[in-house]
């Protein structure tokens, strides 16, 4: 068995084998700062139809509340950023890069547990949790607390040297661990991510109105209809929106990810438009079989589709 001043070390060290990019780690504790910022949030309603987010709210704030004796919240990033010629064209109808490859669900929960499993046979006895958007927990927060970035204006995790596409998950244990802190905030003065959003989602610096997200109308709203009154405004996003993220200069530092299960299958980047149009259940199944798609689903994304090449404005005047 390690010794108690082994354990922070290793715990990183095997994150790091595992394939995540960097891990950090805080006091599980209740989240003050957030607390006011959630609720006033809410209040607002700018969690459009996500219900979902109203429950339990104070297990967002207080990991205690979700796992036994909580002490450490151990923060784990994951890249995604597939390389350049892997990725889609600007003329042809888009995805968010997170959904090229297999359901992250998957791939993270599988290294969450593998490296909870290694604490309990090097550590001892250790009680803990992993999560992977599978609960009320307030990721982005405990990973800037842990000191693995800050949260930029378009409210993603901005990590210096390596951007912000990444997935974040936790693992909250029940033993005491070294603790690192949190680092400055380095957006300054600009202002891109604002200027660039077609539906003005981020209404101000660090306030993203979720019920105006691309990403909110292409994959959480299950309507059978989007709302004609921002049509025209997805460019030609058909799941998820990564314009924010594109226009960060700290994406610049975006390196291709190494896990091979993030790869997309070889036939998406060359769908055309008129492809993506045409798609059928069965080429939808065989492209996206395990993807992050399914949480939208075949009818959902021909929705999407329809609304975004201005189909559905065609199906209502008929």
Known sequence: MLLHAEWTPYIKRRAAELG???????????????????????????????????????????????????????????????PAEQQQSDDTLKISKYAYGRDYHFVIKDKLKTLLADMQANIGEVGGRCFVD??????????????????GKNSN?????????????????DVELEYDGAIRDYCGTCTKCLDACPTQAITEPYVVDGSKCISYFTIELKDQ???QNVAGQFGNWVFGCDICQDVCPWNRFSKPTQEAQFQ???????????????????????????????????????????????????????
């Open 20 to 82: 995540f990019m960097a891990c950090g780690i805080s006091r599980a504790e209740f989240l003050e700062e957030e607390a006011p910022r959630l609720e006033n949030w809410l209040k607002k309603g700018m969690h459009g139809k996500m219900a979902w987010m109203e429950n339990h709210f104070d297990k967002r704030l207080d990991p205690r509340l979700l796992v036994d004796g909580a002490k450490s919240v151990i923060s784990l990033l994951l890249n995604y950023y597939p």
């Open 225 to 227: 209809l989007i709302p």
């Open 264 to 318: 997309p299958h070889p036939e998406l980047k060359s769908l055309s438009a008129s492809d993506w149009q045409e798609i059928t259940h069965e080429v939808f199944q065989a492209l996206f079989k395990q993807s992050p798609l399914k949480r939208t689903g075949y009818e959902g994304l021909k929705r999407n589709i329809k609304f975004v090449t201005g189909q559905s404005q065609l199906d209502l005047g008929s």
């Open 157 to 173: 995790l901005i990590t210096p040297g390596a951007g912000s596409f990444f997935f974040i998950a936790e693992l909250i244990v």
């Open 134 to 151: 599978s609960a009320p927990v307030l990721d982005k927060a405990w990973a800037k607390k842990s000191g693995l970035g800050w949260v």
